[in-house]
Each structure stands twice: as C-alpha cells, then as structure tokens.
Nanobody, 126 residues
Framework: QVQLVESGGGLVQPGGSLRLSCTGS????????INWFRQAPGKEREVVAA????????IYADSVKGRFTISRDNAKNTVYLQMNSLKPEDTAVYYC???????????????????WGKGTLVTVSS
C-alpha cells in the first residue's frame, strides 16, 4: 500500500509555470507507476500524464503535450509535474494516483486507480 500527497499548487497568471510534487510513503513507491489527473469544476477527472517506475515510459494528454513534463526522483519518493505555458483551461484540482500494485496502465482512467492523494488546486487567472 502507498500513501500519496500532492503539493505545489497555487495561483498563476496565464503563460506562467508551476511544479507539482507527488510524494509517496513506503519503499514500494519507487516501484509504482504514478499518474497525474486533474478535475475541473463540473467535469470528470481526466489523466494528464503518467510515468513508469523506472521512467522508461511516460504519456501525456494531448491537451498538455509540449507544455507539461512528468519526471520522478525515486530516491526522494517524489514524482513531479512541471507545467509551463499555463492556460486558464488548466485550472483544476490536480491529483496523483496509482493503480493496484503500482502497475503501469497504458491508457489510464480514474477507474483504474486504487490510491489517490487529496489533490492540490491550480488556478490560472490574470
């Protein structure tokens, strides 16, 4: 089992940048694929990016490709989401999630996740 805690959200102007962190508890975290999701008001939770335990694979939603970068530092039990060129439509609560046993899901959906953090709010506004 793993516990996930997000941090790094806040208010940023359009075109700005933020870096989110997902920190996990336990030695198993370094073996877990980690997924970033977001949920805007009135919308379903959608995947943003995901990364394998060894960083060999990563995926991105089309809406964030070229602007967001997912990475991890297993020595720190942390996965990062660097978000550049932010747009108002990126405003959402951002969550990190993991599937059962930390398995890699090639096309992750929120239903695939067994573990969630509580989320961090990102607001992009002038």
């Amino acid at each position: 089992q793993v516990q996930l805690v997000e941090s790094g959200g806040g208010l940023v102007q359009p075109g700005g940048s933020l870096r989110l962190s997902c920190t996990g508890s336990g030695r198993a975290f370094s073996n877990y694929a980690i997924n970033w999701f977001r949920q805007a008001p009135g919308k379903e939770r959608e995947v943003v990016a995901a990364i394998r335990w060894n960083s060999y694979n990563s995926i991105y939603a089309d809406s964030v490709k070229g602007r967001f970068t997912i990475s991890r530092d297993n020595a720190k039990n942390t996965v990062y989401l660097q978000m550049n060129s932010l747009k108002p439509e990126d405003t959402a609560v951002y969550y990190c999630g993991a599937a059962s046993m930390g398995r890699w899901v090639p096309q992750p959906n929120h239903d695939d996740m067994s573990y969630w953090g509580k989320g961090t709010l990102v607001t992009v506004s002038s």
